[in-house]
Structure formats: structure tokens, C-alpha cells
């Protein structure tokens, strides 16, 4: 199981790189492990301040279809595109190509809920 000491985790499965006030967002290698082959990913939040916690997305799987929260309170910048054309992109890197969304960080956006790697290996066993 793939969990990078850089990121931050959330028990809900999603992981956050903060690079100053922006922060990319995508599930984890354990997420995209239990949810198996996806095949399409909804994201209709673009340009939208959502709150820490807020759904804002979905992931499609061949099996059942599971929302994405946001881990972190701001405004969602961008979709990545490739996801569109290559959704299992969130299977095969789910750290790296198959990041989800990039969001601005809210000025007093609560990042004491983000868990580390360690935190996160507690939490999925």
C-alpha cells in the first residue's frame, strides 16, 4: 500500500498536497484499491467555495459510486481533464496523473483534521 510521507490524509480516503495557498486533491491508493476498475469521475463543483467536508465530486466505479469530500475549506480552480478521456487514471497513479482536483485554499481553511501518512496507516490498518 502506497502512502507518501508528503501528503496529508483523510480518514474519508482522500489525500492533499498544500503547495502555499493552493492544495491538489485526489483518493488514495487504498480508496481506488476498494472501489476496483473506475470508470468515471464527476466533478461539477468548478469555481465553487465549498466548506471542509462538503461533497465535491464522484467516483464511478463498475460497482457502486462513492462522493468525494473535501478535506480542506476553499475554491475548487480546476478538474483534471485527463480524467475525463482516462478515469482509471485514479486506479494506476492515483498520486501522481490521477489527481482530481486543484483548489484555493480559504483564508481560514482548518487543516488541524488532516491526518499524516502515519495517522492515515492507523487509520486503514
Known amino acids: 500500500m502506497n502512502t507518501p510521507a508528503e501528503l496529508k490524509y483523510t ?3 482522500e489525500w492533499v498536497k498544500i503547495e502555499g495557498n493552493v492544495a ?5 491508493d487504498f480508496a481506488q484499491g476498494e472501489l ?29 459510486v462513492s462522493d468525494l469530500f473535501l478535506p480542506i475549506a476553499g475554491t475548487v480552480t480546476e478538474f483534471n481533464a485527463a480524467l475525463e478521456d482516462q478515469p ?3 486506479n494506476t497513479d492515483p498520486y501522481g ?29
Do not use: C, M, P, R
Request: glycine share 12%; proline share 0%.
Open 24 to 28: 491538489t486533491i485526489g483518493i488514495t
Open 36 to 64: 476496483g476498475d473506475i470508470v468515471y469521475v464527476d466533478v461539477d463543483t468548478l469555481d465553487d467555495e465549498l466548506g471542509g467536508g462538503d461533497v465535491f465530486g464522484s467516483v464511478e466505479a463498475v460497482k457502486t
Open 88 to 90: 482509471e487514471l485514479l
Open 97 to 125: 496523473n490521477g489527481w482530481i482536483i486543484k483548489l484555493e485554499l480559504a483564508a481560514d481553511a482548518d487543516q488541524s483534521e488532516l491526518l499524516t501518512a502515519e495517522e492515515y496507516q492507523e487509520v486503514i490498518g
Open 11 to 13: 480518514k474519508d480516503h
